[in-house]
């Protein structure tokens, strides 16, 4: 029988413990009393509960992408920044006569009304439900020369009536308009006119008769009423919840009915008149008929859903808040009369932080701010000036060809060709000095751009500008600027010296950081990444998404594909609220736009001085023979270059106040770069597990060889185990010893 001379489990695992180059487990194993062995067990127990616990703060430390941020100091030639500059003055007074008859009538208003919040109604829906596709922004440079936006006659009738008395108390003589007769006294939210119309929703009318449904206030007329109805003098019929008074009347239920006859069944509760009535109903003079959550007054009107309207007859389907005109017709759907998304469903269960009552006190104290009349008559011109098309707006401002005196860049001169037109809504034509060929190779003046500019003083609208001047913005290659909130103000008769020293930053992409590339930005607006213009263009986006309309206050750079499908926010008071109250929101953070910071970026870092320029000598001598010497900006002094005498001193202050220069250039070609990287990387944290199990183990990476071997040979032990048991035990017997064989031999 053969004896196996396999190891024994104890053997297998003793012998390994005592070739391992782990510490503490050899000792452990090759203790020959327990104190020591249980003592070296508890050591090496403590060194791997320690060694855990380095390597999980080790992981948490590499999965926090923690970052580092070095600053070099660098020298190379560097690309010349992009020089934007705006006139100040929007509109030369010589072209104003193009522009709308509203935005020279503007110059003469004393005061503007604001935008009223006391009229808001809250619908029962609180969705928006909106049938057409947001489609592509992108801008081109052609989009000037082929988008033309229209300029609606209505605008500034709207904007006027939208600051219209709200919300007061008066007493109304119905009997000088529709079918109707006697005094109406009570709050009204706009004003009605007696006729006749059939609408939809909500419905706030006017005295006479009609047919409404919802929750209904009417006065002098006849109807029938389905639902919570307010009625006034007459006869009625109310099916619904419903209040009435005087008058006789069979009541079934609660119910206060006045004066007339109806019907009235559920909780009602009667005096003097007659009626069956149905729910809770107020009723006065009048009989309607109303089904419906609705508010009618004088005239004759079906009203159906939720609906605020006035004198006129027609058809409004959907919720509907809009001031009725009288004449017949149907509308549905978006039109410039009637549009179903034109009332406040937006504000409706806008609840918690940022709420719509939140902006409401926002409004109700800004209402009480003091504006002075000039400031007043400034914003009205401003809004009137950007109702008008963008041909219109580039035909009437200051164009390049008149301003430019003089350029040079790099010592060599520059034209007007070298500059691109941009439009700003506040400033109107704007200009632009780029192109990724101007590099500076040596720092100083002489060598930067060089700009000598004609802002035509004696064009500048004097009930509009209080003062003149140019807007200069000096940004990235690339970027779009924004005159209005970036850059600093140069002042005529004046040369301003602006040195600048460049700044870049590269900041670290995911997972250590969460910069934007800009490469998506870029293929759809064809500008670099900015978070300026991202905020704009976010602003855009859920205006149009959650208010259905055109931005009054947009960039008219940033441009939309068919955005004259889209009224003008200031066409409805709805809209408009709607975009105050989105902009409010975006402002305050309740609107995320996720516009994270770019990973590359260049910051100019400016200083500026100056002093007074031109004198007397330089003007006669230099400026006013180069412009008299071409004959397309003769026009302006033309009076001046047909002298021949001599100018007096008083003449030549006065024509110093049209010119500024500005010089423009790189104090050192020495440049900052910030730059952000990983803190914590992958050969970092290797290192460091090294170290840990080292210090607390005596580890190394040949000790997880060993580990693994252990686990191999201890593997193929259980699996001889397993398989040696299940073969039977087999017993060798030797032929020539057997007795059987010997029997046969004996016989």
Request: charged share 20%; glycine share 10%.
């Amino acid at each position: 029988m053969t004896v196996s001379t396999d190891p024994s489990a104890k053997e297998m695992l003793t012998a390994m413990a005592e070739s391992s180059s782990i510490h503490g487990v050899s000792r452990w194993v090759t203790s020959k009393h327990w104190y020591q062995r249980g003592l070296w067990l508890l050591v090496f127990i403590g060194a791997t509960c320690g060694a855990s616990y380095q390597l999980w703060r080790l992981f948490e430390s590499y999965t926090s992408y923690p970052v580092k941020t070095s600053v070099e100091l660098d020298f190379s030639q560097l690309q010349f920044p992009a020089v934007s500059f705006c006139n100040m003055n929007p509109i030369k007074a010589s072209q104003l006569s193009k522009t709308s008859n509203e935005t020279q009538n503007s110059l003469q208003v004393t005061s503007k009304k604001k935008r009223s919040t006391d009229s808001i109604s809250y619908p029962s829906s609180d969705t928006w439900k909106f049938p057409y596709i947001l489609k592509r922004l992108k801008m081109t440079s052609t989009k000037y020369e082929t988008k033309v936006f229209k300029s609606k006659n209505k605008t500034h009738a709207r904007r006027k009536k939208r600051n219209s008395v709200i919300s007061t108390t008066s007493t109304y003589d119905a009997s000088s308009s529709g079918n109707l007769s006697g005094n109406y006294s009570g709050d009204i939210t706009t004003p009605w006119y007696g006729g006749s119309g059939t609408s939809s929703g909500q419905t706030t009318g006017s005295s006479g008769s009609g047919t409404s449904s919802g929750q209904t206030t009417g006065s002098s007329g006849s109807g029938t009423s389905s639902g919570q109805t307010t009625g006034s003098s007459g006869s009625a019929t109310y099916s619904g919840q419903t209040t009435g008074s005087s008058g006789s009347a069979t009541y079934s239920g609660q119910t206060t009915d006045s004066s007339g006859s109806g019907t009235s069944s559920g909780q009602t509760t009667g005096s003097s008149g007659s009626g069956t009535s149905s729910g809770q109903t107020t009723g006065s003079s009048g009989s309607a008929t109303s089904s419906g959550q609705t508010t009618g007054s004088s005239g004759s009107a079906t009203y159906s859903g939720q609906t605020t309207g006035s004198s006129g007859s027609g058809t409004y389907s959907g919720k509907t808040t809009d001031p009725g005109y009288s004449g017949s017709g149907h509308s549905y759907g978006h039109t410039t009369t009637d549009w179903s998304y034109s009332d406040y469903s937006w504000a409706n269960g806008d609840g918690g932080s940022g709420s719509y009552s939140e902006f409401l006190t926002e409004m109700e104290s800004q209402s009480k701010m003091v504006k002075d009349v000039w400031n007043t008559r400034v914003d009205t011109f401003k809004t009137e000036f950007q109702n008008n098309d963008i041909i219109t707006r580039q035909e009437v401002g200051h164009d390049i060809s008149d301003m430019l005196i003089s350029c040079a860049f790099n010592g060599i001169k520059c034209y007007k060709e070298n500059f691109t037109l941009f439009q700003s809504l506040e400033y109107g034509n704007c200009y632009t000095f780029q192109d990724t060929s101007y590099v500076t190779k040596q720092s100083g003046p002489l060598l930067g751009l060089r700009l000598v500019l004609n802002i035509e003083t004696k064009e500048y609208i004097q009930n509009y500008m209080d003062a003149t001047g140019l807007r200069l913005v000096i940004h990235e290659p690339g970027t779009l600027p924004f005159p209005e909130e970036e850059g600093f103000t140069l002042n005529p008769n004046y040369e301003t010296t602006i040195g600048m020293r460049m700044l870049t930053i590269h900041r670290a992409s995911e997972p250590h950081g969460s910069c934007e590339s800009g490469k998506e930005f870029f293929d759809l607006f064809g500008i670099k990444y900015t978070i300026p213009a991202c905020l704009k263009l976010c602003q855009i986006r859920e205006i149009i998404e959650r208010c259905h309309c055109k931005p009054s206050t947009s960039s008219l750079d940033l441009g939309i594909d068919d955005l004259n499908v889209f009224d003008s926010c200031m066409d409805r008071d709805a809209t408009l609220h709607c975009e105050d109250y989105v902009i409010y929101k975006i402002e305050n953070q309740h609107i995320s736009c996720n516009c994270r910071s770019p990973c590359n970026q260049i910051v100019y870092k400016t200083s500026l001085s100056g002093r007074t320029w031109p004198n007397h000598e330089y003007l006669v001598g230099n400026i006013l023979p180069e412009i008299c010497g071409v004959d397309s900006k003769q026009w302006y002094f033309e009076s001046l270059c047909n002298v021949t005498t001599s100018l007096t001193p008083t003449n030549l202050t006065g024509i110093q106040e049209n010119f500024l220069k500005a010089l423009i250039y790189y104090e050192d070609l020495n440049y900052e770069k910030i730059t952000e990287e990983p803190l914590y990387d992958g050969f970092q944290l290797i290192s460091d597990i090294g170290g840990a199990l080292g210090l607390f183990m005596g580890a190394s990476i040949l000790s997880f060889v060993e580990v693994l071997q252990f686990m191999i040979e201890l593997l193929n032990f259980l699996r001889h185990k397993i398989v040696s048991r299940r073969l039977k035990k087999t017993k060798v017997i030797n032929l020539k010893d057997n007795n059987l064989f010997n029997v046969g031999t004996k016989a």
